[in-house]
Nanobody, 124 residues
Framework: QVQLVESGGGLVQAGGSLRLSCAASGRTFSRYGMGWFRQAPGKEREFVAT????????YYADSVKGRFTISRDNAKNTVFLQMNSLKPEDTAVYYC?????????????????WGQGTQVTVSS
């Protein structure tokens, strides 16, 4: 059974940084792309960043490009999201997901497992 457990969320002031982690178990981690999505209150879940199974390919939403960095450590079955220069509009629950293919994809339909989410709150 695949399990994804996010951690690292919290409250931070605008301009600050947070690093989210997502620990995976239950499948051969390096074979699958991983990604982060987020959902703010009253809004639909939206794509944030994705990374291929090897870690060689990454893709970001325009809203976070240049501020967020996705990475992975296949030896530790963990994917990270480094978030810098945070803005109040980044406030959301952040979800980690694993894909059905090795390629990074921004489409939620390409994800088949999700974590429980971690809250990120950015104060102005």
């Amino acid at each position: 059974q695949v399990q994804l457990v996010e951690s690292g969320g919290g409250l931070v002031q605008a301009g600050g940084s947070l690093r989210l982690s997502c620990a995976a178990s239950g499948r051969t981690f390096s074979r699958y792309g991983m990604g982060w999505f987020r959902q703010a209150p009253g809004k639909e879940r939206e794509f944030v960043a994705t990374i291929s199974g090897s870690g060689g390919l990454t893709y970001y939403a325009d809203s976070v490009k240049g501020r967020f960095t996705i990475s992975r450590d296949n030896a530790k079955n963990t994917v990270f999201l480094q978030m810098n220069s945070l803005k109040p509009e980044d406030t959301a629950v952040y979800y980690c997901g694993t894909q059905t293919t090795p390629w990074g994809s921004p489409k939620s339909s390409d994800f088949n497992y999700w974590g429980q989410g971690t809250q990120v709150t950015v104060s102005s």
